[in-house]
C-alpha cells in the first residue's frame, strides 16, 4: 500500500531533514514553489519505496532558503527553476543558472509570481 507523509518543518530544518530522507534511502522526486500571497510554499517530494515524503516550508517572500543541491547534485535543476520562475531566494546553489536556466533575456521576470503576473494581465 502506498503512503503518503507530509511533513511541515522550518527552512532550519531542511538540510537536516534532506540528509536524514537521503540516509534512509529516499531519492528526489521533484520540488516546486507556490505563491501563496505574502509567503511561498515550498514543498520538496521524495520517493521512497512506493511511498511519498513531502517536505514542506513556508517562508517569506524576502526569506532565503537553502539550497540542499550540496546533499543532492541533482536538486539544482528545481531549485534553479523555482527562482527563475518564483523570485524564491535559494542561496548556496553549487551551479547556478542566474535565473537564465528556462527564460530568454526578453521573457518577463518571475512569470509564476503573482504580482509579475498581474502586472502582465493589465499591459
Same mark, same amino acid.
Given at each position: 500500500?502506498?503512503?503518503? /507523509?507530509?511533513?511541515?518543518? &522550518?527552512?532550519?530544518?531542511?538540510?537536516?531533514?534532506?540528509?536524514?530522507? @537521503?540516509?534512509?534511502?529516499?531519492?528526489?522526486?521533484?520540488?516546486?514553489?507556490?505563491?501563496?500571497?505574502?509567503? #511561498?510554499?515550498?514543498?520538496? *517530494? #521524495?520517493?521512497?519505496?512506493?511511498? &511519498?515524503? *513531502?517536505?514542506?516550508?513556508?517562508?517569506?517572500?524576502?526569506?532565503? @532558503?537553502?539550497?540542499? &543541491?550540496?546533499?543532492?547534485?541533482?536538486?539544482?535543476?528545481?531549485? *534553479?527553476?523555482?527562482?527563475?520562475?518564483?523570485?524564491? /531566494? @535559494?542561496?548556496?546553489?553549487?551551479?547556478? #543558472?542566474?535565473? =537564465?536556466?528556462?527564460?530568454?533575456?526578453?521573457?518577463?521576470? #518571475?512569470?509564476?509570481?503573482? @504580482?509579475?503576473?498581474? =502586472?502582465?494581465?493589465? /499591459?
Amino acid at each position: 500500500m502506498r503512503v503518503i /507523509k507530509d511533513y511541515q518543518i &522550518s527552512k532550519e530544518q531542511l538540510l537536516l531533514e534532506v540528509e536524514r530522507l @537521503v540516509k534512509e534511502g529516499a531519492r528526489l522526486g521533484t520540488a516546486i514553489c507556490i505563491d501563496e500571497g505574502e509567503e #511561498f510554499e515550498v514543498i520538496y *517530494n #521524495f520517493q521512497k519505496g512506493l511511498d &511519498s515524503v *513531502n517536505l514542506r516550508l513556508r517562508v517569506k517572500k524576502e526569506d532565503e @532558503v537553502p539550497s540542499i &543541491s550540496s546533499i543532492l547534485l541533482g536538486a539544482v535543476l528545481a531549485e *534553479n527553476e523555482m527562482r527563475e520562475m518564483t523570485g524564491l /531566494k @535559494v542561496t548556496g546553489m553549487v551551479l547556478d #543558472f542566474g535565473e =537564465r536556466m528556462l527564460l530568454a533575456d526578453e521573457s518577463p521576470r #518571475f512569470p509564476l509570481l503573482r @504580482v509579475a503576473r498581474q =502586472r502582465e494581465v493589465s /499591459k
